[in-house]
């Protein structure tokens, strides 16, 4: 196997040599860091998996940013919401539909989204678990993070 060859099979100099970049241009197209580096990572478990493919017909780093394209793509396609067919009904009746004879709620409304205190512990355990992460040495911190 050539040096070049090796590169190009090689996860940790995929990170080593291009994270920044990817994670640069993940960050510049979705609205938070933890999307990004969530982004980069299956990026590089996609070309793991499927690192006998690359034909070398490109540079290493134009693959990698191909497939974190594809990647960012499959995130929004997730992201749209799905139609929902209204019912006329329901605004001719309007709430006398909604409550019952005991002025209760016939089903109960839905969750309104994310909980703010849920999200900002989550966003204080991402903190800590990334102060850890850049304490650790690299393989270790990249086995972590791939896992």
């Known amino acids: 196997m050539t040096p070049g060859q090796e590169t190009a099979t090689n996860p940790i100099t995929w990170l080593e040599e291009y994270g920044d970049v990817l994670y640069r241009f993940a960050r510049a197209r979705v609205k938070d860091s933890f999307t990004a580096e969530d982004l980069v990572q299956e990026t ?8 006998k493919k690359f034909s070398g017909r490109s540079t290493l780093r134009t693959w990698l940013i191909g497939i974190l394209r594809h990647k960012i ?5 997730k992201q749209k919401p799905e139609q929902v067919e209204e019912n006329p009904d329901d605004f001719v009746y309007g709430f006398d539909n909604m409550f019952d004879a005991k002025e ?3 089903v ?3 969750d309104w989204g994310k909980d703010p205190e849920n999200e900002y512990e989550r966003k204080e355990l991402m ?8 304490e650790m040495p ?3 911190s990249l ?4 896992r």
């Open 44 to 51: 590089l478990l996609a070309a793991y998996r499927s690192r």
């Open 73 to 77: 793509v499959d995130y929004y396609r």
């Open 104 to 106: 209760k709620w016939k």
């Open 108 to 110: 109960k409304p839905g």
């Open 127 to 134: 903190t800590m678990i990334h102060a850890c992460l850049d």
């Open 138 to 140: 690299k393989k270790m």
């Open 143 to 146: 086995a972590y993070t791939l």
